[in-house]
């Protein structure tokens, strides 16, 4: 597959009459988005603000954020099977609108959603503080049950995103890159000198609103199965998740999955990418062997020689880690996994649930548990009732002067495990 992205960058989102980008501007028309979202009988309000890098706002409890995107040609559009056709889409020509983010605010499940700080020690944890958001607050029509409420939400936030993004189509982008992803001969033959390294990224799927979505299909009922990257970028796996905010995977990490482009970055130069597998995250033991014994039989049916591993979440999940990591080295692969930690707050805990000798090559994305105070700052998009709730905080972790105490597992984004976040070592 040949996928060309066009991203515009995008440098300020400005309500108005019409919408339109021009100069580098969004122009937003919120009636329009606010008709467009409000097609679905579930909900009963919705209100839009803006919010931008350095401005003294916190946004929470956010469930997603989502970056505008359209096709431009090619086959399908994004977000296929769920708000378009489903076609396989992954190929021709997509342009984004680069540094504009669609963040969707509700109270979904409370203690599993996320802040956002967009200025302050808040900012430097979470990559969604760089980023022009329109942040859309819905409110549910009355007797809705939360996975009600969590589809309507995640369905309307797409809308929105899409609608955004075929305000691109027309433009022309700052920036051009092109992706390329041959099949598995093609990519051997072309490159026989260079290690076969493959990708395989785990995706939540534990039910109970832990959800992610893989062409409008729900993850756990599927096994392990291959695609292109390149359709990742054009919306493919869609976030339903209401984990804990530092490392789930918003539809912005999916994305943008910082694994692939690096991945992409080095195909043909010191390795040949020429596996994309995705498999899920089950509750129960009988379907983590199924899955990790499938992830596994494919590595040795493509001879593999490395696989990078990613996963989502923790605790449950870390089972699932390792079952993929002990057995796809019992295949004479070599693995390298990404996960964070959960250490206890003075990091002396162990870090992950399971554990095995043949896990010996971990990157980290930090210690969720360690604990943060967020200044107060001057506005509130969204709501801070579930601020003691909320994965992270506790009772007492608001204070009487507005700022909050919580561990950075509150933080969206700040320990995720594709690498996508502001944490390093040094």
């Not at 797409?158 to 041959?182: C, F, R, S």
């Not at 989502?312 to 693995?335: A, Q, R, S, V, Y």
Request: with cysteine.
């Amino acid at each position: 597959m040949k996928l060309e992205v066009g991203y515009i960058q995008i440098r300020d989102i400005q309500t108005a009459d019409k919408s339109s980008v021009k100069d580098g501007i969004l122009y937003v028309n919120t009636k329009e988005l606010e008709a467009l979202a409000l097609e679905d009988e579930h909900l009963k309000a919705v209100c839009f603000d803006v919010a931008r890098p350095g401005e003294s706002i916190r946004i929470t409890p956010v469930k997603d954020v989502i970056e505008p995107r359209a096709k431009v040609e090619g086959p399908g559009d994004v977000f296929p099977g769920v708000i378009t056709k489903l076609n396989t889409v992954g190929s021709g020509k997509t342009h984004v609108l680069q540094g504009a983010a669609v963040v969707t605010v509700g109270k979904i499940v409370g203690f599993q959603e996320g802040i956002v700080d967009m200025a302050g020690i808040g900012a430097e944890y979470t990559p969604f503080s760089a980023t022009y958001n329109l942040v859309v607050d819905f409110t549910p029509k009355d007797g809705l049950t939360a996975h009600e409420y969590e589809a309507a939400i995640r369905k309307a936030g797409l809308k929105i995103a899409y609608a955004l993004g075929k305000l691109g189509v027309n433009v022309t982008p700052d920036e051009v890159k092109t992706y390329e992803y041959p099949s598995i001969m093609e990519a051997i033959k072309k490159y026989p000198g260079l290690p076969r390294v493959g990708y395989v990224q785990m995706l939540q799927s534990q039910g109970l609103l832990h959800d992610t979505y893989v062409y409008g299909v729900d993850m756990k009922q599927s096994l392990t199965t291959m695609l292109s990257p390149t359709e990742i970028m054009d919306g493919a796996i869609l976030s339903g998740n209401c984990v804990s905010a530092c490392d789930k995977n918003t539809t912005y990490h999916h994305q943008n999955n910082p694994v692939i482009e690096d991945l992409f970055e080095e195909h043909g130069k010191t390795l040949n990418f020429c596996a994309m597998i995705i498999t899920n995250e089950n509750v129960y033991l009988a379907d983590k062997e199924r899955s990790s014994d499938w992830t596994a039989k494919l590595v040795d049916y493509l001879d593999l020689d490395g696989v990078i591993i990613s996963q989502e979440g923790f605790g449950n999940p870390d089972t699932d880690l390792i079952m993929n990591c002990k057995k796809i080295e019992e295949t004479d692969t070599h693995t390298v996994i990404i996960t964070d930690e959960y250490a206890g707050r003075d990091g002396t805990s162990q870090s992950l649930a399971d554990a095995d000798p043949k896990a010996d090559a971990l990157v980290t994305a930090g210690n969720a548990n360690q604990v943060i105070t967020l200044p107060k700052l001057d506005r509130v998009i969204g709501t801070l009732d579930y601020t003691e709730k909320i994965a992270g905080g506790y009772a007492g972790s608001l204070e009487k002067d507005g700022s909050i105490t919580v561990e950075i597992q509150a933080i969206t984004g700040s320990t995720n495990e594709l690498g996508f976040s502001r944490l390093s070592a040094r």
